[in-house]
């Protein structure tokens, strides 16, 4: 979560479901023991202020058809909504430099 780049430069990584779920990648009905996830309660507390925040200050992207949108996962705290349009893909890649 907190680790030095190549450079010395420090690094905070923050992801909502390390601290709520202890997975980067977990369920939607993922519900371990507190004393479990990585960084406890705390993290967890930590995990739901900073969605408020996210919350309160985000800015709302639509992307429309044929677009593509990339940014860094290391420098944009981000979020996708909920879609129901079968017709819609959604691919992960991950570009290493």
């Given at each position: 979560?907190?680790?030095e780049e190549a450079t010395g430069r420090p690094v905070l990584r923050?992801?909502?479901n390390?601290?709520?779920a202890a997975?980067?990648?977990a369920a939607l009905d993922a519900a371990p023991d507190p004393e479990l996830?990585?960084?406890g309660r705390a993290g967890a507390a930590l995990a739901r202020r900073v969605g408020e925040l996210?919350?309160?200050y985000r800015t709302r992207i639509l992307v429309p058809d044929g677009c593509l949108l990339i940014w860094d996962n290391q420098r944009m705290l981000h979020a996708r909504s909920a879609y129901e349009?079968?017709?819609r893909?959604?691919?992960r890649y991950w570009i290493a430099a």
């Open positions: 979560m907190l680790y923050f992801s909502y390390l601290l709520t997975d980067y990648d996830l990585p960084l996210f919350d309160q349009d079968a017709e893909h959604l691919t």
